[in-house]
């Protein structure tokens, strides 16, 4: 089993920067993919970016602008997200498995809490 812990969340103003990670814990070598969710209210969980060896994948909406990374010495996934608009708000989780499953959620059986981040005009 894995714990996973987000963290690096909060309020930026439209256009600011923000850095999440997220430490797993535990049986790391379930930790070989790991990706990015979020969900704002009311709306479904959608996919931002996974990483798994070379294989990284993003989300339309946060192309050019978020960057996934991952150092497996510290056992830590990184999100750098950039120009941050206000339709990113949302709480975002961190994912983890052995096989890559891109952004199909249910798939993945291990999940942090969660981190808030807050785009504000």
């Known amino acids: 089993q894995v714990q996973l812990a987000e963290s690096g969340g909060g309020s930026v103003q439209v256009g600011g920067s923000m850095r999440l990670s997220c430490a797993a814990s535990?049986?790391?070598?379930?930790?070989?993919?790991m990706a990015w969710f979020r969900q704002a209210p009311g709306k479904e969980r959608e996919g931002v970016a996974m990483?798994?060896?070379?294989?990284?994948l993003y989300a339309d909406s946060v192309k050019g602008r978020f960057t996934i990374s991952k150092d497996d010495a510290q056992n830590t996934l990184y999100l750098q997200m950039n120009s941050l608009k206000p339709a990113d708000t949302a709480m975002y989780y961190c994912?983890?498995?052995?096989?890559?499953?891109?952004?199909?959620?249910?798939?993945?059986?291990?999940w942090g809490q969660g981190t808030q981040v807050t785009v504000s005009p």
């Open positions: 994912a983890a498995d052995f096989y890559c499953y891109g952004f199909v959620g249910d798939h993945y059986r291990n």
């Open positions: 535990g049986n790391t070598v379930s930790t070989i993919c």
């Open positions: 990483i798994g060896g070379t294989l990284i």
